[in-house]
């Protein structure tokens, strides 16, 4: 079915140097996907996860970004309020809302919600790729991540930095659960156990923070901090 609605989840934790990118880049998305395909609406939920810096400041710094801010305990949960409150507020069914998730410490290029758009009137689950960030000192450790990393289609990876699912299937699956980690490789399995319709697509890359620090247990940034 074709999404005649598409909503953006972003969760944060202590990301003001980030988020504005993020959001600039997000709303980059926003136009072209409107320009490209007209009449579909699309909203971007911002969810502040116990933040003590200015990523509030920083969540509003792009008009019309909707910001939640509580002690929500986890990314799964996070996510979680995002998609619900993004849910909730959908014109479109759910069957027609389409989920875009991505990270606080991600940049989307200009063609993303299209080609999340265009897979997801077919599919009800699609994984992207991602691609992280190149520094002058990071060169070797990248190498390493791109031997083992593979960017096409039918890859096996899962980021929530880059998942798009339908609302109706988000419902029926129960959400994200409110995992510390991994929250995005729980909501796939159950997806693809369930007989969701789905795809791996290496045409839908993101570019993601290389940092070796990250805001989860053993997220991206731990496994790149692994490389060495």
Not at 117 to 132: C, E, K
Not at 174 to 196: H, I, M, W, Y
Request: aromatic share 6%; glycine share 10%; charged share 20%.
């Amino acid at each position: 079915m074709i999404p005649g609605q598409v909503a953006v989840v972003v969760p944060a934790r202590n990301e003001e140097e980030w988020l504005p990118a993020c959001l600039t880049a997000l709303d980059a998305a926003r136009v072209h996907l409107l320009r490209t395909i007209p009449r579909v609406l699309v909203t971007v939920t911002v969810v502040l996860d116990r933040c003590t810096d200015r990523s509030a400041s920083a969540a509003r710094s792009v008009p019309g970004v909707s910001v939640l801010a509580g002690d929500f305990g986890s990314v799964g949960a996070a996510r979680d309020v995002g998609v619900r409150f993004a849910l909730a507020r959908s014109r479109s069914s759910p069957e027609r809302t389409w989920i875009a998730n991505t990270d606080a410490d991600t940049l989307v290029p200009r063609d993303w919600l299209v080609r999340h758009h265009r897979l997801g009137s077919g599919h009800d689950l699609v994984l992207g790729t991602v691609r992280p960030t190149i520094t002058a000192d990071n060169a070797q450790r990248l190498q390493l991540w791109s031997n083992a990393y593979v960017p096409d289609d039918g890859h096996h990876h899962v980021h929530g930095a880059n998942l798009g699912i339908r609302g109706s299937t988000y419902q029926k699956l129960g959400g994200f659960r409110p995992l510390a980690q991994d929250e995005d490789v729980d909501l796939a399995a159950r997806a693809k156990a369930g007989g969701s319709a789905w795809t791996a697509s290496g045409t839908v890359a993101v570019t993601t923070s290389s940092r070796t620090t990250g805001r989860v247990p053993a997220g991206f940034s731990t496994y790149l901090r692994g490389l060495c």
